[in-house]
C-alpha cells in the first residue's frame, strides 16, 4: 500500500495537529485526570489513521481488455438507468453510478483505453453523492474518452463531505485502461455514461473496485 500525493499536505497537518494536541493534554491532564489525556490520544489517533487510510492506494491486479469497461471507482452502484446526456452526447445513454464512501478508496482510474476528447469542470452545488440531482446540480467534472468502439462520459461529482476534485485528464491525452484519471477528496460519486448497446455486467448494490471490476461490455455486433 502507497499514499496518494493528494493526502501529503493534509496528513502532515494532521500529524503536527495531533502531537500538539497530546502533548498539550498530557502536559495538563497527566497529574489529575491522566484518563481523559488517554482518552483523547485514542480518539486523535483514530482520526489521523482514518485520514491516512482515505488516501491509500492498496496494490491490485487491474482488469486489461479491450472490450470491456472496468469501474472508475471503488464504491457500490447505486444507479443504472437509461438517461438524456445533456451535456456532451445530447443522446439517450446508459448510466451507472458508482458511489464512494468515505471509508472507500478514493483513486479514479481510467475505464478503458482511449484519447480524453472533452473535459470540463462543472461549478455546483454539494448535495448528498446518492441524491437523484447530484449528477446536474453537483460540483462535478467530466470528461469524455473514445476509441475504436466508441465514446463514454466518465463524471466526477463532490458529495456532501467532497469539496475537492482532483482531474489529471487534458484533451488529446492517451490513457491505458487503468490509469489513475483523478481524486475526489471524502466521499463523492462517479457516473459513465455508456452507449445503449453496452452490455451491463453489474448489478444494483453491487461493491466494485476501480480499475477491477468489470462494469459493462462493448456490444460488438
Known amino acids: ?30 497529574d489529575n485526570m491522566l484518563w481523559v489525556a488517554y482518552s483523547i490520544f485514542i480518539i486523535s489517533f483514530a482520526a489521523f489513521l482514518f485520514i491516512i487510510l482515505f488516501f491509500r492506494i492498496p ?6 481488455s479491450e ?12 444507479v443504472i438507468e437509461q438517461v438524456k446526456d445533456e451535456e456532451y452526447f445530447h443522446d439517450q445513454r446508459i448510466q451507472v453510478s458508482i458511489f464512494m ?26 448535495f448528498v453523492a446518492w441524491h437523484p440531482k447530484s449528477s446536474l446540480l453537483n460540483e462535478r467534472h467530466s470528461i469524455v474518452l473514445e476509441n475504436l468502439n466508441g465514446a463514454i462520459l466518465v463524471k466526477q461529482i463532490a458529495g ?12 488529446g491525452k492517451i490513457f491505458k485502461q487503468g490509469e ?27 461493491a466494485v473496485k476501480s480499475g477491477v471490476t468489470v462494469i459493462a461490455s462493448f456490444n460488438q455486433n
Open 160 to 171: 456532501a463531505m467532497a469539496k475537492r476534485i482532483c482531474n489529471y485528464a487534458i484533451p
Open 59 to 64: 496494490k491490485r491486479t487491474l482488469t486489461f
Open 101 to 126: 464512501s468515505p471509508v472507500n478508496v478514493h483513486v479514479n482510474r481510467i475505464p478503458v483505453d482511449g484519447t480524453v476528447i472533452y473535459n470540463h469542470y462543472h461549478k455546483g452545488k454539494y
Open 1 to 30: 500500500m502507497t499514499i496518494h500525493r493528494e493526502g501529503y499536505r493534509i496528513i502532515g497537518i494532521g500529524a503536527l495537529i495531533f502531537v500538539v494536541i497530546n502533548i498539550l493534554c498530557f502536559y495538563f491532564f497527566a
Open 180 to 206: 489513475e484519471f483523478g481524486f475526489i477528496k471524502f466521499g463523492s460519486r462517479v457516473d459513465v455514461l455508456l452507449p445503449l448497446n453496452a452490455i451491463i455486467e453489474v448489478q444494483l448494490g453491487q
Open 67 to 78: 472490450d470491456k469497461i472496468v469501474a472508475p471507482a471503488d464504491g457500490k452502484v447505486v
